[in-house]
């Protein structure tokens, strides 16, 4: 018998006040936040093409950080919270 694993995590998350879910990207601008982790950038140039042709996405951001263990600078995260509907953070490897 085999075994299968759910990798799903619990989430401890709890929305803001005002939080909404974002019902379609079609014409939405969407962020992406590079750690510094070999390949993330190649991933997300992938998942940014994915994005503006099959969901429609306008316009994606691309950020760094200087390190996989500091935070982003705030000035990328107030550019971000401004501009884009959904900010996506990841790692590379």
Do not use: W
Not at 31 to 49: M, R, S, T
Not at 65 to 71: D, E, F, I, L, V
Not at 80 to 86: F, P
């Amino acid at each position: 018998m085999a075994l299968i694993y759910d990798p799903t995590a619990v989430s401890f998350y709890e929305p803001k006040a005002g939080a909404h879910k974002v019902s379609s990207l079609a014409g939405k601008t969407i962020g992406f936040i590079d750690n510094a982790k070999p390949n993330f950038n190649l991933l997300v140039d992938d998942l940014a093409e994915l994005l503006v042709s099959r969901y429609g996405v306008a316009v994606v951001l691309k950020r760094a950080k200087r390190g996989a263990s500091m935070p982003a600078p705030d000035p990328v995260v107030n550019e971000l919270a401004e501009q884009c509907v959904l900010v996506i953070t990841g790692s590379g490897d």
